[in-house]
């Protein structure tokens, strides 16, 4: 079935570096991607979200590139300090639906 | 705000035993949602609902029922637990069609079916 994906399962970088998360999308109908944040023992957070209008949109330390060609959106985090040592999601939403679509998830542990 | 509050936390069951878990939302959110968590297989929809009263099936559906009788609540209930049924549960909820698409989560609770 069609499923959101990562390229990676984890990704371990020096604090300080920059960080790339990747995910890739199967349906082209998905209309808006987000990405969250879960750290151990809590429930996912939200860091930043872009819709299929749009290529790119900027957070505080945070970018999400979305390749609609592709079908490939990314996270980039800027010098990556300890506290971003978490699992990432990444998430769509079909047009016109009510059901979000996860990820599998990717590792980010930060080197200090 | 409290946001999204689930209870219990945690709650270990014997296989054929019944339990209820609870959501509950104070930001007068229209969609609520449950999710469960399994190592390598991300959140995957069991059931949501788009109103007070409504309720409709996710991905997998299947051993559990759910019912919104208040806006603020949403019950998940396990009729008869099974082992594959051992995951950690998540309730979400957002806005609705007017409002966000984000998803606000708790912190979850976990399931052990022994």
């Known amino acids: 079935g069609e499923s959101v994906g990562l390229h990676l399962p984890t990704l371990s970088v020096q604090e300080g570096d920059n960080s790339i998360i990747n995910c890739a999308y199967s349906?082209?109908?998905?209309?808006?991607f987000i990405w969250y944040k879960q750290e151990s023992g809590k429930g996912p957070q939200f860091i930043i979200d872009?819709?299929?209008?749009?290529d790119k949109r900027q957070g505080q330390r945070v970018t999400v590139l979305l390749n609609k060609t592709v079908k490939h959106l990314s996270l980039q985090i800027a010098a990556t300090q300890p506290g971003d040592s978490a699992v990432y999601f990444c998430?769509?939403?079909?047009?016109?639906?009510?059901?979000?679509?996860f990820g599998t998830g990717t590792s980010l542990t930060v080197i200090p | 705000n409290a946001g999204v509050t689930q209870t219990p936390k945690f709650r270990v069951l014997k296989t054929g035993q019944s339990m209820t878990l609870l959501c509950a939302q104070d930001?007068?959110?229209?969609?609520m949602y449950w999710y469960r968590q399994d190592p390598g297989m991300g959140l995957r929809l069991i059931h949501y609902?788009?109103?007070?009263?409504?309720?409709a099936k996710g991905e997998v559906p299947d051993g559990y029922n759910v019912s919104r009788l208040k806006k603020q609540n949403f019950l998940l209930g396990l009729e008869s637990a099974a082992p594959s049924q051992t995951s950690v549960y998540f309730c979400?909820?957002?806005?609705?069609?007017?409002?966000?698409?984000?998803?606000?989560f708790g912190a979850g609770s976990r399931l052990t079916v022994l």
């Open positions: 979400a909820s957002r806005p609705g069609k007017s409002g966000a698409n984000v998803l606000t």
């Open positions: 349906n082209s109908a998905s209309d808006y």
């Open positions: 872009i819709r299929s209008n749009m």
């Open positions: 998430a769509e939403k079909r047009s016109g639906g009510n059901q979000f679509y």
């Open positions: 930001m007068n959110h229209e969609y």
């Open positions: 609902s788009v109103g007070e009263g409504t309720t």
